[in-house]
């Protein structure tokens, strides 16, 4: 039952957007909260505490009745009575200024949709939604100085909620002298059941609403200018620099100044009003309206939003915000940013690709045969576009960045970013060289990557450090290994719990060691041979001539340096290491399997865990929880440390005999408070 007002609270902050998108807005008239999910009240003695201008305090309680006395007087949450039975629901103001609207029957109104709430009604601080009474000989209620009185020797059913859906109940809340009209939408199931939907208050004291009202008109805005330009005027090296022009707005009675903003050109993705009205004081500029269009120079200490002085080599954009007077406009309004201006011949370079590589992975004798490898820019917004160009070695330490600007188009490849981390291309066939040369055997080449400016970020290209040096044989790699596995054969914590296994390659004259690589299975899909070449964190095996079965060493680290550990899923990749003189060209593997490794040592039995209850069925083996919550995770493994199944916010892990080999599984799981590791033996 949520029944307190932390409770209520916190749904209340998840249910922020409802409010933004209804009524949030600056200015608006109406705070409007929508309670999500709906709060559903039930049983005799339920509450709830309603907080309606949502100031941490509750203004409201509402509450459930359901008693059953033998004795000749009974009094109940406000319900008096000479009998035995009483089913109700009731509601009552935390303070005796706070209150509860009624109808002429002085029970709470059971409002519609557009009636209105304001000073007009009458209100009480407590009073009946909807109450059941049974067999009573008398009864009387009391609500704010309200008493009924009456008598029935059958069920009497009282008040205006009874069987209500979507109805509204007014309210007014009391801060200090001011009173605050509000509403609260309930629908009554029974006489001991309710739900309550959503709730608002008017912000604006002493104000009407009106049932079901989420929000008011939007405030008047005042107009935008139009037509702001920046110029680079003066050599001065600061805001006198700046000369800032726009179009005076339509109608300046609605505000009461123009504010220059300067926004620095990375900054302007994004920048809205809301961004515009945060900026502190002293880093803007304000100007009068005259009655004619606006030209000004800023001043040697004007400053941009960030509040920087303005200054030379920066690329900025300007914006003006129209800052409503508060009587004919009531929001204020942003611009459409400037042009871009760069203060005194400002130069914006490009960012370079790094980490260039050049392999040969094919026999083709063309550029086809050439794949490159290089990580992207720093910033990537500064990239129109990669150009990779392919130089003769013997010219490559002479090669600049006016050469590569000058290449035709058949003679570098295009690469367009696209948040990659790093790129990886094959070449074409007809691509030449930076001589115009076709691209064949037996030259050596390097390579280099040519970033081109975007043209509003940067302004001028860069270019790349060479790659290492490559030259097109048509000498062909050694095979790939085939059919690697892992297991958790052991448990010993580290490398030595892990099994490697794969079949020899035909031909182990081709290549002088195999180079086993464990990679965390989340790093599986990107790894390349260029991320295995060279890499020091590798199992070297020695061919044998026969299929390798191999278990690593209490030292042995996976790809990124780090040791191997239990509890965390793994794939395995093997690298042929060319020879260097019948292959050149190491290959790199397939992925194996996936393993995690645990530690079943330790690991309770099934049948001395406290919180799990396991039932062996005729086709199947069950596990939930004692407590009957459900089981957020789990996951099976086989004692090879291989995944086999997952689940997720299940009431009960469910073991067919049919899917599942016999043997012992390890079955990992938890939910919000539990976890543990079990292990269990199928038939």
Known sequence: MKNDLLARLKKYALSAAAFTAAGGAANAQIQYTDIIPDDTVTGGGASYALDLNNDGTADFNFFVVNTAYSSSYVSANGFSFSSNQIKGIGVSASNSSNGIMLASNYYPYALSSGNAINAAALFTSSGALAANITSVSSYSFS??????????????????????????????????????????????????????????????????????????????????????????????????????????????????????????????????????????????????????????????????????????????????????????????????????????????????????????????????????FFTKASNENKVDQYRVLVVKASNAASFNLAQAQAAPTSSYFSVNPNGSLFYTSTLNATLNDVDGDPITTAVPYRLFVLSVADGTIANTDVLSNQSNSITLSTILPPEAVQNITIADVADNHNGLDLQVTFDKIADETTISEYQILIVKSASAASFTLFDAIGNPNNESVTPTGANITTILTPTSKDSDGDPILENAPYKAFVLSVANGTTTQIDQLSTASNEVTLLDATGIENINYNANLLVRTMEDQLTINLKNGEPIEQAEVFNTSGQLITTYSNVSEINLPYNKYSSGIYLVKWKNSALESTIKIVLP
């Open 143 to 372: 609500f704010s100085g309200y008493n009924y009185a009456g008598s029935s020797s059958n069920s009497s059913v009282l008040g205006n909620w009874q069987g209500a859906t979507d109805k509204y109940l007014g309210l007014k809340v009391q801060v200090g002298t001011s009173t605050y009209f509000g509403w609260a939408r309930l629908t009554v199931l029974s006489d001991t059941q309710f739900v309550i939907k959503d709730y608002a208050i008017q912000v604006n004291p002493f104000i009407s609403i009106n049932a079901g009202d989420t929000f008011a008109l939007p405030p008047v805005a005042a107009d935008s200018v139009i037509n702001v330009v920046g110029a680079d005027v003066a050599n001065n090296g600061n805001g006198q620099d700046l000369n800032v022009q726009f179009n005076m707005i339509a109608d300046e009675t609605t505000i009461s100044a123009y504010r220059i903003l300067v926004v620095k050109e990375p900054d302007t993705l994004g920048f809205d009003l809301a961004a515009a009205m945060a900026v502190s004081a002293g880093n803007f500029t304000n100007v009068t309206p005259t009655g004619a269009n606006i030209s000004t120079i800023l001043t040697s200490s004007s400053r941009d939003i960030d509040g920087d002085l303005i200054t030379e080599n920066i690329a900025y954009r300007v914006y003006v915000m129209t800052i409503a007077d508060g009587v004919n406009a009531q929001a204020n309004n942003l611009s459409a940013h400037s042009n871009q201006v760069i203060l005194a011949g400002a130069i914006f370079p490009s960012d370079p690709a790094t980490s260039l590589a050049a392999s040969d992975i094919a026999d083709n004798g063309n550029g086809s045969d050439i794949q490159v």
